[in-house]
């Protein structure tokens, strides 16, 4: 079992930045893909970034490329979500997702998720 704990969300005014974080304990290891998801109300789940342990490739969605950057520290298990310009269309909650042997785009392939955490964009 993997247990992802989120932090760092809250409400920011359009052109600001926020810092997520997803603090990751159990069974983690180095073939862990680690990514980052948001729901908006009334919408389906939307993949947002991922990131590889080992080796840190990364991956993103087109909304959000050149204004997100995902990282993490392996001595720490923890995964960080740098939202920077961020816009009122980025209002969700934000969740973050673990797995052990995919690597992508396609939230249904995640095994492990965090509870999710708020961030809102005003305008």
């Known amino acids: 079992q993997v247990h992802l704990v989120e932090s760092g969300g809250g409400l920011v005014p359009a052109g600001g930045s926020l810092r997520l974080s997803c603090a990751a304990s159990?069974?983690?290891?180095?073939?862990?893909?680690m990514g980052w998801f948001r729901q908006a109300p009334g919408k389906e789940r939307e993949f947002v970034a991922c990131?590889?342990?080992?080796?840190?490739?990364?991956y993103y969605a087109d909304s959000v490329k050149g204004r997100f950057t995902i990282s993490r520290d392996n001595a720490k298990n923890t995964v960080y979500l740098q939202m920077n310009s961020l816009r009122p269309e980025d209002t969700a909650v934000y969740y973050c997702?673990?797995?052990?042997?995919?690597?992508?785009?396609?939230?249904?392939?995640?095994?492990?998720w965090g509870q999710g955490i708020q961030v809102t964009v005003s305008s």
């Open positions: 159990g069974r983690t290891s180095s073939s862990y893909t």
């Open positions: 997702a673990a797995d052990q042997e995919y690597y992508g785009s396609s939230w249904i392939e995640y095994d492990y």
């Open positions: 990131i590889m342990w080992s080796g840190g490739s990364t």
